[in-house]
């Protein structure tokens, strides 16, 4: 018999293939006149290698590659840059699918839906309510201190690519966890004035009507072949599985949604659930640099949100809805997960 297919990848997994956004940060290092070997120090690759077009690497050696590459240009536009280069991108059928979307719709399909390909580090994650559109980005394989790094690239990519595609530039409105850097002209620049700092989660929003409006140039035909050759390259080598944290993620929030549930879940509970121990769960989480409370909280920041802003429930609903009994433990709780009471953030993110 066979040997089944992981039901998820996990980060010491090869499969990133290193001759597409690697080599994109590796180029605009060597532009700025990076040398290449002090460049790849401690990745454990060559130049060379990357060349071949064979190469694939793990999540550990593209973060080294980005530590470096920060630390060797010491500017603070490295992740904007890097970002301008990825979508639509040069991944073969994957970027034709992205480049020939008929509107914004589309064009998020096709990024969640190939982005092991396009997005091989930060899971994006689409929502919508009857205003807008939110494209929301989680960690798939544990980058730690490097999320943002990875959250101002992607938040670029997706800029750029709507404007290059749409033919104008959209009115993106940005939430970002982290505090307000110093080098906050660089969003102006590169993203736009509507950024939001010490958000809950990192999100992009947009009124929904941009949605279905028609881009120009863009072919039915070739994208939807484009879009097929894509998920057959990625049946074919295992890449449609999602990351572990994704899983997880997936697993908890259809286990919170589905109201008939009331048992609570526990790191015991969602390892059953996932035919390994407790102990094996933790050592998983741990090497993805977070553990089980913090992928709880992070899917009930992400449920609440919803309910606060999209649904209109007030805190006794989504305190209900989350299977909390007390009201003031839910406060105290969606304080801990925001860093914020409910209606401080609901009146600071509308």
Known sequence: MSAQPNPWYERDERFIQAHHQPACLIDLALTRGIDSHRLLRG?????????????????????????????????????????????????????????HAQNLSQALERLVLLRRRVSPLLTPRVRLDDKFVYLHWFDSCGAGAREVFLVEAAMTAVTAMCRWLSGEPLPWQYQLRHTQPGYIEQYWVHLGEDV????????????????????????????????????????????????????LFDHIH???????????????RL????????????????????????????????????????????????????????????????????????????????
Not at 59 to 78: K, V
Not at 204 to 211: A, T, V
Not at 257 to 268: N, T
Not at 296 to 309: F, G, H, K, N
Request: glycine letters at 6%; charged letters at 20%; proline letters at 3%.
């Open 196 to 247: 939001r700092f010490s958000c809950p989660q990192n999100l992009m929003r947009l009124p929904r009507e941009y949605l279905v409006k028609s881009w120009p140039h863009a072919s039915v035909t070739v994208g939807q072949v484009a879009e097929q050759a894509s998920l057959h390259e990625l049946a074919a080598a295992n890449e449609l599985a999602p990351s572990i944290l994704d899983a």
């Open 43 to 99: 990745t454990g690759l060559f130049y060379q290698d990357i060349l071949t077009g064979q190469q694939r690497i793990c999540t550990e050696q593209f973060l080294r590659l980005i530590d470096n590459a920060q630390q060797l240009q010491g500017s603070d536009d490295c992740s904007f840059l890097f970002g301008q280069q990825l979508l639509p991108g040069h991944y073969g059928h994957a970027s034709h699918a992205l480049r």
């Open 271 to 350: 390892a059953e659930a996932h035919g390994m121990s407790a102990a094996t769960l933790k050592r998983k989480l741990k090497r993805h640099d977070t553990q089980f409370q913090q992928q709880l909280d992070q899917v009930r920041t992400y449920i609440a949100l919803d309910l606060y802003l999209s649904k209109g429930f007030s805190s006794d609903e989504v305190a209900a809805y989350l299977n909390f009994n007390d009201r003031a433990n839910f406060r105290r709780s969606f304080k801990r997960w925001t860093g914020y009471l409910p209606s401080d953030l609901i009146g600071r993110l509308a």
């Open 254 to 268: 259809d286990h919170i949604s589905q109201s008939r549930i009331r048992q609570p879940l526990g790191l015991e």
